[in-house]
C-alpha cells in the first residue's frame, strides 16, 4: 500500500487493520486516535433526522462513520489497539490516548479503559475534554468527551519534562470550522502531544479522520503517521496537513 509523503506526514488510506501491520514494531512514540463511538451517529438516530423533528429548518451536518455499531467499534478498536501494543516504543516511555464518548447509552468509556488495561497495554489515566457548551442527548445534554490514557505494558508513560502536570479537564470549544462531524479542537490534541512527546519523534493516528492529530503533530516540530478508511476525509486531511507544512515552512 503507497503511502502520500507530505513532509513529515506519512498518510495511508485505508483500514488501520491491515495498514498498521505494516509498520515496524516499537516505531511509535505517541499515539492518539478518535475512533468510531459505536453509536451508530447519523444513522436513524435524531441527528439524521434533525431538521423534520425540530422543525426549526436548521439542517443537520452530521454523516453516518464506518464502523459505528457497537459490534463494529469494539472489532475494529480491539484490533486496532492489538497492534498499538506491537508498535509502541518498548524500550522507552511511550503514550496511546484513545478518545471516546463520556455518557450512554452504552458505557463504551468503561469498555476502553478495561480493553487499554489488558493485551499489553496498561490503562494510566482518563481526561476530560469538557466542549463549553452542551449538545444534544436524552435527558442529559452531552457536554463532554474522554481520553483514555495508557502505554505500553513494561514502559512507562512517556512525559515532556518542560510540560507542567496538566489539569485532566480541558475546557476548549468545539472547532468554528468543521471539516468532519465529530472534529477535535486542534489545541486539544496540541496540548497532549506537547505533553507526551519531544520534537523530531513520532505520532500515529490510525483513524484520522480529517487530519487535526497531523496539524497538531506538524505545528509541534513532530512527525506524523495517518491512516483512513474513507476517501472524502482522506483528501481533506492531505489538503489540511499540505497547508500546515506549508504554513510551517513560511514560519521558519
Known amino acids: 500500500m503507497n503511502p502520500v509523503i507530505i513532509g513529515n506526514a506519512t498518510l495511508y488510506e485505508g483500514d488501520c487493520r491491515e495498514v498498521m501491520t505494516s509498520l515496524g514494531g ?8 478518535d475512533p468510531p463511538y459505536g453509536h451508530s451517529n447519523a444513522d436513524g438516530d435524531f441527528l439524521s433526522a434533525r431538521a423534520d423533528i425540530m ?10 462513520i464506518a464502523n459505528d455499531t457497537p459490534e463494529e467499534m469494539r472489532e475494529v478498536v480491539d484490533a486496532m ?18 478518545c471516546c464518548g463520556g455518557g450512554g447509552p452504552r458505557p463504551t468509556f468503561a469498555w476502553l479503559a478495561e480493553r487499554l488495561d489488558d ?14 457548551n452542551p449538545g444534544v442527548g436524552w435527558r442529559y445534554r452531552r457536554q463532554h468527551e474522554m481520553v483514555m490514557v495508557a502505554h505500553r505494558r513494561g514502559a512507562k508513560l512517556s512525559w515532556n519534562e518542560d510540560v507542567s502536570a496538566i ?19 486542534v489545541g486539544l490534541i496540541e496540548r497532549m502531544i506537547g505533553a507526551h512527546t519531544l520534537q523530531g519523534e513520532t505520532v500515529l493516528d490510525p483513524f484520522m479522520g480529517s487530519g487535526s492529530t497531523g496539524v497538531a503533530a506538524l505545528s509541534l516540530g513532530r512527525k506524523f503517521i495517518g491512516i483512513e478508511l474513507d476517501a472524502k476525509h482522506f483528501d481533506t486531511a492531505c489538503k489540511r496537513i499540505e497547508d500546515a507544512q506549508r504554513q510551517g515552512r513560511l514560519i521558519a
Open 26 to 33: 516499537g516505531s511509535i512514540e505517541m499515539i492518539w486516535t
Open 119 to 132: 493485551k499489553g497495554l496498561s490503562f494510566f489515566h482518563s481526561v476530560i475534554w469538557d466542549k463549553a
Open 81 to 98: 489497539l492489538e497492534e498499538a501494543a506491537r508498535v509502541l516504543r518498548p524500550d522507552r516511555d511511550c503514550c496511546c490516548c484513545c
Open 55 to 64: 422543525g426549526d429548518g436548521r439542517e443537520t451536518k452530521a454523516e453516518p
Open 167 to 185: 489539569a485532566n479537564v480541558i475546557r476548549l470549544p468545539k472547532p468554528k470550522t468543521m471539516f468532519h462531524p465529530n472534529e477535535k479542537p
